[in-house]
């Protein structure tokens, strides 16, 4: 395997050159798993965008900043808000910084909306990626509109206190990058599915442009909301 260079964020920042494993048997679902995770360590970027909730098109301007040690959401609107995302710590850690303090988010809190927006404290703590029960569901997985191939793998909750408990992910061969995620609750119902839609490349290196992300009545698999996520060019930290 030859890594020629890897600056990808799991559904938001992916490198434009690749993983090659020429006729190797394909790697497991824990190397793959940990691909993902070991791409934080690697950002140095800041970028703006907006989430955009599809049905009554309101708009949440953010900054975002990507380093070694953190991923930041700056929240504009009123009232401020900042969550961090600690990477320093195994798991990583999520705090929520608002007036009068910061605060670690509690597990209790993980399926609570962020900013009325179908991303709630679990999606930006990312949980997920640090389970230990994980398996291959199929290693030439594609996704058909985006034509890409990908692993997908799945990861199971160590316990019911979240709100997911399985969820897929469809890891981008060529970079190493989640470029679909779907999560189910305990009864196997989706709940949640992130897929990325547009990607942009700037200074060699492809990154996310926009990303849909869809909640799911789990009753009857109606879609309960859709929020947009669409990100500017990158600047890269001094």
Known sequence: MIMKRRLFLAFLVAASSSITYAE????????????????YALQDHKMTGRLRDDD??????????????????????????IVHLDLTTNPATLWQVK?????QVPVKNAADSVRGMDFNYEDLSLRFIYWKNVK???????????????????VTAPDQSGPYYTVDLWVHQESGGVAKMEAYNTLSKMVKRFQV??????????????????????LNGDIKGRTYMTMDAPVKQK
């Open 136 to 154: 291959m569901l199929d290693a030439n997985a594609r996704i058909t509109a985006a034509r890409i191939k990908c692993w997908l793998i799945r």
């Open 24 to 39: 190797d048997p394909p790697p497991s679902a824990e190397h793959v798993l940990s691909l993902v995770r070991r791409s």
């Open 56 to 81: 009554t098109g309101r708009e949440e301007p953010l900054d975002l900043t990507l380093s070694s040690t953190v991923m930041r959401f700056l929240f504009k609107n009123t009232p401020p808000e």
């Open 99 to 103: 007036q009068g303090g910061s605060s």
């Open 197 to 218: 839609n547009k990607m942009q490349k700037v200074d060699g290196v492809t990154v996310l442009k926009e990303m849909k992300v869809e909640s799911f009545n789990p």
